[in-house]
């Protein structure tokens, strides 16, 4: 069995994991962007002593690294890297990516986070060659999913994460035994970072079809931050999980304008004959 000398780029750990475990392949190096060190980052350093670490800020310092490992490694695989790299660093080493999106449609920083808010059924994790462009080129494997609508953006993360395995064989038969890619896909739709909009809801309309919906997607798509959010008075109000919905025998309010009250680690919404009782998790002052 021919072994591969690889390096990796980013600071997706999961994808680091596979390839220190998968005997097929032997990591040289790993390289952390400086925009996204993180706790992880450093637990990965630690438990893996043997790569050379480094961090990086921009092309040119993945430049300089990447020629260091010119013909001692056959690629680098980059998984979670916010460095869009230039056709100068391409010239240097081949590079694949872990993208856990679909690329045609689902391009850019937190698919899996869209993925959610936009209520998809399914998504796709791929493994494509890197060129300038954004999460586009030749797509060397990809697993496609099912999305069921409970999950929340970890849950669709980790279960698309789970295939990185599958993607590493689609990697070594590509380098090893020549295998072509499966298909190509340039120029898709790119989608935008998330923005405090995308998120934020209005109590004010809380008797307005489908709010609830919308409001529990936009939780469940921010479940590795702080869910979703209303504006009360001068704080974002953080919400991130329903504990009770109740029609009540009375009917509340004033003019059916929304009553919300704070009591310990719960806030209360109250307009007309309905109360939501969300868990809270932060109050943040609107600077």
Known sequence: MKKINIGFLGYGTRALDALMEDERFEVKAFFAP???LCEDVYDAKKKYPGPEFGIVKDNDDVRKAFERYKGKVECFLMNACPIILNQQVLDVMPVYNIHPGNLTDNRGHQPHLWTVLLAEKESEIVLHEVNPGIDE???????????????????VLNLLEDEIPYLLDGL???IVNGIPPVEA?????????????DYEFSPENMDSPGF???????????????????IYRDERIYVDRLLDDERLTET????????????????????????????LNKREQIR
């Open 34 to 36: 400086l925009s996204r």
């Open 137 to 155: 080129g030749k797509i060397i494997a990809k697993k496609v999913m099912s999305i069921d609508d409970s999950m929340d953006s970890l849950q």
């Open 172 to 174: 070594y038969d590509h």
């Open 185 to 197: 896909v340039f120029g898709g739709e790119y989608r935008r970072v998330m923005v405090y909009q």
């Open 212 to 230: 609830l919906e919308d409001v529990l997607r936009k939780i469940r798509a921010r479940a590795m931050h702080h869910g979703a959010y209303f």
């Open 252 to 279: 509340g309010g004033l003019n059916g304008e929304v009553e919300i009250e704070f009591h310990g680690t719960v806030v209360m919404l109250r307009k007309n004959d309905r109360l939501l009782v969300f868990r």
